[in-house]
């Protein structure tokens, strides 16, 4: 049996091609397009490694500047400060964490924060206290979603996806 792949992509529409469609199929790929506007919850990297990734090159570049006064970051030194940076921000353990906290990989739903789905977290906060039903709207909500993921993949490659999973926890 062969490995199988799950590639995530982000539903814009030059990743859904005809193209893409058959390169995949021809090498058991299975593309996952997710919802529009949803990557920055789901998209590992953009859920664990951007924000710290960003903040430790401004640092990085600031430290160069203070050591290297009155020179600019050139494309000469570009390249050393990002080696720097992304050594010590894209580790595998970092990057792992993006796939649990999106709920990838472990599949879980619940580790996915839906909030950030809505636009104004104000006017959700004030739903939330009005609404005393809002636990099972959010239940509602996160079992929809993924059961729209599960129906467009096969039984058979959840079952394989899982069983790494199921595998570590016996």
């Given at each position: 049996m062969q490995t199988r792949i799950i590639l995530f992509v982000d539903g814009h529409r030059s990743h859904l091609t005809k193209e893409v469609s058959q390169l995949s199929d021809e090498n058991g790929v299975i593309v996952i397009s997710f919802i529009p506007n949803i990557t920055h919850i789901?998209?590992?990297?953009d859920v664990s490694m951007f924000r710290p990734f960003k903040a430790g090159?401004?640092?990085e570049v600031r430290n160069w500047k203070f050591e290297n006064f009155p020179k600019d970051v050139?494309?000469?030194?570009?390249g050393t400060i990002l080696k720097f940076v992304f050594d010590k921000y894209a580790s595998e353990k970092t990057i792992r964490n993006g796939f649990r906290k999106s709920g990838l990989y472990p599949f879980k739903k619940n580790n996915v924060d839906y909030s950030k789905c809505i636009p104004?977290?104000?006017i959700f906060a004030e739903t939330i206290q009005k609404n005393a039903d809002s636990n099972c709207i959010e239940q509602e909500t996160s079992k929809r979603l993924l059961d729209e993921l599960e129906n467009k993949i096969e039984k058979?490659?959840?079952?394989?996806?899982?069983?790494?999973y199921l595998d570590e926890e016996n």
């Open positions: 789901m998209q590992p990297a090159w401004a640092s050139t494309r000469s030194t570009f104004n977290k104000k058979r490659d959840i079952e394989e996806f899982f069983k790494p």
